[in-house]
Nanobody, 124 residues
């Protein structure tokens, strides 16, 4: 599975961005797809995840109510809509995937497939 993330950029505090992750390759199956982010000097932080087959969505407490993860099965894409952005959201955002949903979805080590990061910078 190959993942290609896009949509990052510079935005003012309070603004919005939409990140997209296009999946290609062997995408048949019940994958778990997630977004993680990494700020300079910090470890990967879980942001949101969903089960490709439906029925499972999860968010970090820090983004709950502001971010929405969604999927488009026809286009093989996963999106992350980010509203009410603040400076603490500044990071390199990665989409990633693993075969089958896991209850340990918050752990970066669970995901075998990673896209390149897309930078999100929120100016105050």
């Amino acid at each position: 599975v190959q993942l290609q993330a896009s949509g990052g950029g510079l935005v003012q505090a309070g603004g919005s961005l939409r990140l997209s992750c296009a999946a290609s390759g062997d995408t048949d199956g019940d994958y778990a797809l997630a977004w993680f982010r990494q700020a300079p000097g910090k470890e990967h932080e879980f942001v949101a995840a969903l089960r490709w087959g439906g029925g499972r969505y999860a968010y970090a407490d820090s983004v709950k109510g502001r971010f929405t993860i969604s999927r488009d099965n026809a286009k093989n894409t996963v999106s992350l809509r980010m509203n009410s952005l603040n400076h603490e959201d500044t990071a390199l955002y990665y989409c990633c995937a693993r075969i089958r949903w896991t209850t340990n979805y918050r752990s970066a080590s669970e995901y075998a497939y990673w896209g390149q990061g897309t930078q999100v910078t929120v100016s105050s």
